[in-house]
């Protein structure tokens, strides 16, 4: 065996496995803040890489009309919601964040994208129009809905994952892209080249990881988040306002996940279906943390990366059947060790 | 200012097919213990969630003179009204002091911290099991946690739902001690119970709950000397 | 004249339940008519054609996740299972087709009993997970392998054919088809009508309580699932023999998501409604894939949109699909009607009053560190009833959970009339006369007080899935719901034995469980805190209850907290405290014993 060829599979696994682990994270994110399993995260990344790269081209990304159709709508969820009790300041208040704002960013969009802004800019450009995205997305699908049994929630979010891939087809065409990097800084190590891209997602992952695993734990807001999903009744009777959790949840996972994007598109062509293919690989990394744990989630999405790498060096043709196969005894192991004495009513 | 803390006018609760309730009025005079007793399925759980914000409700809630029907249950736990509920509704996975402070969740955190000590010296056995994780503690330990998580919202109205149900009988005598101990306080107390006679006793004033509506109240005095009540809900006092 | 208005017109002389059973007739000859309309379009039979594949794996689909509660995203892998296998036998080595459907069938089911095996046990949200990896590890297998055509597939497929005649045509397979549908639509009507479906019901929410009364969860869960495959198997042997060719495409996750959006979409209520999901879902599709590109214009596939929204909107307003909007057009289901007549159930002897019937010896039971039961040794007599009692957390649970074998012993023994049980699984303990309520009732809300108390009555029937579906154990079901009966009338709820548990008050429940525990026909009772939440009076009648169990032989042994209730009713009482026996003896000793008293009772009880 080649020692170099093995290092460049270990390299591709790892900056792979890093990307995984992002979006790993967020499936474990949003599940212990609402105890949805995440299928729409690929999404968020598919259109983070793709706004991303036509603002590099200096072409205006259609994901600000849907970022205001889903203002508007999420607009018209929360009042009929609260239809009950609902007064002038709040549907101004409501007004401003889900019609005015992605209305202004819009315009801003339209405004600067034609100046073709450093990379670094239209990073910038980019997280501003999914971000809102993510919380509105709470609002309309998963707030009516909040209450419900993980797997209702489960297949929601599958509805709306095909919804959005939809109109991620609609938006960009079946056409793919590719972005400019951030930056061209590349440093030889031994045989390898490490590039300022990949390190930048070497250290996004650590750090998201290290600073959620913080959140989460030490103060009492991040608490209150994790506790909306333990007990959703008991969080309301402490005061906690679980629709907020929820909509804080979804604006983490909306950032991630357009980083995630913008930082893979340098490297790869991504088509509107990307991101949903590189989402179910975190996923997996996800469930083998038991959607519980951000570190143990990292280290198996840098395993299921290194494994990816492997297989299609040495049996590209089973790649998919030996990554998937892969994660049964896991799920094996983990239904054995978490001690389900009893699953209630749903 | 009256000195009604809380005041229920006309209220009706849909609630699924079985409990319900229809036009029921109750007052909670500030520094008093209500209870409202009556059968499984009378209507008395509903009544507390609506009363909580946990239910939409049509009639009217006031709560120290301002209206809260349409107030979300945040709002109201913030506004000083805190429901202990009959499932408890612990933090499982969370340690004792987590679900604690997570109770003092509007409060500063100054406060949280004097009110955790306060918490700690009305329940010695939390203090204890500090850092137990709340679905590992019997039945007696999670009521008092229970309790001692809503008290730390500095609430001025404790509504206490089946607060005795499934505990044995030194337990209840504690949890009674301590509904005593809050009144005095200066805690006001609505007391939903299903142990009639333990209710009665610790109450200022009560109310019969049977099939949605209000059917008696009173005096807790002279409802637990009233034959009707003896016979249903009391029973001879025979040990 | 003068009669007239005494005497009950006609129709609702019917029972209602053979009223609803003429309305799925007539439903199901109406579908036969359809391709004999004159002038029907083509394309129309094609679209029931495809309705009624898709119906067939989504009837197995509602058993399995809305009755079951298991969420599956491999039904279309079992799809794909039996298409490969019918093409490969049927296009290359000539088989007929009509042979190959019992190989197909044979081999899909056999697929199930594997994936089955590894997917039945998991537990939560990790069985659907589960199903994603294989469904979606499978569906590339199906594309790389060289024996299955890898992407092309295998083309063509025979059609099917009758002597000389061949299923060409929409119209011809039309009534393969929708044979097979009707015939799964009744058989699983039947299943789910039975013992087995009764213990099918109660995996969701209540497969403890069901193991205690002797139904082998993991086994049923199994037989759900391969019943499912079962159905899915047809489907994709239909399939090959229409489409004439296979590719690995309509297998994939995307086709299994579709059918389970479809059984989403029917609701849960009724295996008819796999077939209103298929066509909801199937003629959405299609006109959607119509309508958009010429509403919008271009090629994009705007049908994925619109059909993810919808999905999320059934979801949102109806979370129990579209059945219950189906039903109320129909006529009610009338209650069953219970015989009397037949002859009763045999019953176990009860032992000897006076004789040891349980005997514990330094029973422990430790949680990681925690010691729960720590050595507690006691026993009791045959013909007593007999009181646990002891402080919130002194082991009282664990120690019943020991006892039926719902919870391993970490060391000590446990006999039940000389023979020992720790080691036995709650079935095997069931099987030899202990029934149990529990301290969190464990009923089914949906299912009707009668089917509740039937589900205790499970290991003195035998009945078994092929007898259910072929509606050859009616004469065991009207033995099992006369004992049900009986039981219900006992404990005083026969008012409402037609009701919806869920529609109970607690206190009810529990004494639902107690008539549940008794169709067990047990001779030793366990009964978790029977008193809590009733009234005094209802307290009152539930102690005549127990007394006169006891004066036919039954021994029972409970825990409770209401010492009144206690000390009124039992013979005998053991007393816990932090996992450990403090005291024994009759109820006028305990009262009195200082240790009972200043761990449990208090000073003023």
Known sequence: ?346 | MSDLLLSIRDLFVSYGKVEAVHGVSIDVPRGQIVTVIGANGAGKTTLLNAAMGILPARGAIEFEGRNILRQPVEDRVGGGMTLVPERRELFATMPVEDNLLLGGFLISSHERAQQLEEVFTRFPRLKERRRQLAGTLSGGERQMLAMGRALMAKPRLLMLDEPSLGLAPLIVADIFAIIRDLRSAGVSILLVEQNARAALRVADSAYVMELGEITLHGKAADLAADPKIVETYLGLATH | ?605
């Not at chain 1, 036509?54 to 205001?68: E, K, S």
């Not at chain 1, 034609?114 to 990379?119: A, I, T």
């Not at chain 3, 729960?372 to 006691?378: H, I, K």
């Open chain 1, 1 to 346: 065996m080649d020692s170099t060829i093995l290092l460049f599979l270990l390299q591709d696994g790892i900056t792979n496995g890093a990307l995984y682990g992002l979006l790993g994270i967020v499936t474990v994110l949003v599940f212990a803040v609402t105890r949805i399993i995440f299928v729409p995260q690929g999404e968020f990344v598919t259109y983070g890489a793709l706004t991303l790269a036509l603002l590099d081209t200096g072409r205006v990304p259609g994901t600000i009309w849907l970022l205001i159709g889903f203002g508007v709508v999420a607009f018209a969820v929360e009042l009929w919601m609260s239809r009950h009790d609902l007064n002038a300041r709040k549907i101004v208040r409501e007004a401003l964040i889900k019609i005015i704002l992605p209305c202004l960013i819009a315009l801003a969009v339209i405004w600067l994208a034609p100046m073709k802004l450093p990379p670094w800019a239209n990073l910038l450009i980019t997280l501003a129009i999914i971000t809102p995205m993510g919380p509105y997305l709470y609002t309309i699908a998963f707030r009516p809905v909040a209450e419900a049994s993980v797997l209702t929630l489960f297949i929601v979010a599958i509805g709306v994952h095909l919804s959005m891939q939809g109109l991620g087809l609609v938006l960009f065409g079946a056409e793919g892209l590719r972005g400019t990097p951030l930056s061209t800084l590349s440093l030889p190590v031994g045989p390898l080249v490490a590039t300022g891209q990949t390190l930048s997602i070497y250290v996004l992952t650590l750090v998201t990881m290290a600073a959620l695993t913080y959140f989460f734990n030490k103060p009492l807001f991040g608490k209150a988040l994790r506790a909306t999903a333990i007990n959703r009744l008991g969080a309301r009777l402490v005061g906690i306002r679980t629709s907020l959790s929820g909509a804080i949840a979804f604006v983490l996972a909306a950032i991630i996940g357009a980083l995630t994007g913008a930082l893979s598109a340098p490297m790869t062509t991504i088509y509107y279906d990307t991101g949903f293919l590189i989402g179910l690989k975190g996923f997996i990394a996800a469930i083998i943390g038991s959607l519980a744990s951000y570190p143990l989630t990292v280290i198996a999405a840098l395993a299921v990366g290194i494994a990816e790498a492997l297989a299609s060096f040495y049996a590209s043709q089973f790649k998919e059947v030996i990554v998937f196969t892969l994660i049964i005894p896991v799920l094996i192991w983990l239904s054995l060790s978490s001690h389900h004495v009893e699953e209630e009513e749903e």
């Open chain 3, 1 to 605: 004249m003068s009669n007239t208005s005494a005497t009950s017109p006609p129709v609702s002389t019917t029972p209602a339940r053979s009223r609803r059973s003429i309305f799925f007739a007539t439903l199901a000859i109406i579908i036969f008519l359809v391709p004999l309309i004159p002038g029907i379009p083509v394309y129309w039979i094609t679209l029931l054609d495809n309705i009624g594949l898709a119906a067939l794996v989504a009837i197995g689909l509602i058993l399995l996740t809305g009755v079951g509660g298991m969420t599956s995203f491999g039904q279309a892998t079992f799809c794909g299972f039996a298409a490969y296998t019918t093409a490969v036998l049927c296009a290359y080595h000539g088989m007929s087709p009509w042979l190959s459907l019992f190989i197909a069938v044979a081999i899909t089911m056999l697929a199930a009993v594997v994936l089955g095996i590894i997917t039945v046990p998991l537990s939560g949200h990790f069985l659907p997970l589960g199903t994603l990896a294989w469904g979606i590890a499978i569906f590339y297998l199906f594309g790389k392998l060289d024996f299955l055509g890898r992407n092309d597939g295998i083309t063509p497929v025979p059609p099917l054919s009758i002597g000389g005649f061949q299923f060409f045509d929409s119209r011809s397979i039309f009534y393969v088809i929708w044979v097979f549908v009707i015939i799964a639509v009744f058989m699983t009507c039947n299943l789910l009508d039975s013992r087995t479906g009764r213990a099918i019901r109660a995996l969701r929410g209540a497969s403890s309580a069901a193991e205690s009364f002797g139904v082998d969860t993991t086994r049923t869960k199994l037989i759900v699932f391969v019943y499912a495959a079962l159905l899915a198997a047809i489907s994709g042997w239909l399939y090959a023999h229409m489409q004439r060719a296979v590719n690995p495409t309509p297998f994939g996750v995307g086709a299994s998501i579709e059918y389970l959006f479809m059984a989403v979409a029917g609701g849960a209520g009724h295996p008819a409604a796999a077939i209103f999901g298929a066509a909801f879902v199937t003629l959405l599709k299609e006109i959607l894939t119509r309508l958009l590109p010429f509403l919008f214009g271009g090629q994009a596939h705007y049908e994925e949109v619109v059909f993810g929204i919808v999905l999320v909107l059934i979801l949102q307003k109806s979370r129990m699909g579209l059945w219950p909007l189906v039903e109320r057009l129909l006529p009610q289901p009338a209650d069953p009607v219970i015989d009397r007549h037949v002859p009763a159930l045999s019953q176990r002897p009860r032992p000897e009053a006076g004789r040891k019937i349980l005997d514990l010896q330094m029973v422990r039971k430790q949680f990681q560190g925690l010691v729960a039961v720590n050595d507690v040794s006691f026993s009791i007599k045959a013909g007593e009833i007999a009181g646990l009692i002891g402080p919130n957390g002194a082991g009282k649970s664990t120690t019943f959970n020991l006892v039926t074998g719902t919870l391993p012993l970490t060391s000590g023994e446990i006999r039940y009339l000389d023979e020992r049980i720790d080691g036995l699984s709650p079935r095997q303990i069931a099987a030899r006369g202990i029934g149990r309520t529990f301290q969190h009732v464990k009923v089914l809300a949906d299912m009707s007080v009668l089917d509740n108390v039937a589900l205790g009555a499970h290991l003195r029937g035998s009945a078994g899935v092929v007898s259910a579906s072929l509606r050859l154990d009616r004469k065991e079901e009207a033995q099992l719901f006369a004992e049900a009966a009986r039981q219900i009338e006992r404990v005083g709820l026969g008012e409402h034995m037609h009701k919806q548990a869920g529609s109970l008050a607690l206190g009810q429940l529990r004494i639902l469980e107690i008539a549940r525990a008794l169709c067990l026909d047990p001779a030793l009772l366990l009964l978790d805190e029977p008193a809590a939440g009733l009234r005094h009076f209802e307290k009152q009648q539930l102690s005549t209850l127990l007394r006169q169990l006891r004066s036919e032989g039954m021994t029972v042994l409970l825990v409770e907290h209401d010492m009144g209730f206690v000390m009124n009713l039992t013979d005998h009482i053991v007393v816990l405290d932090f996992g450990t026996r403090i005291a024994e003896g009759t109820p006028a000793e305990v009262s009195k014993h200082p240790a009972v008293i200043q761990a449990y009772l208090g000073a003023d009880a």
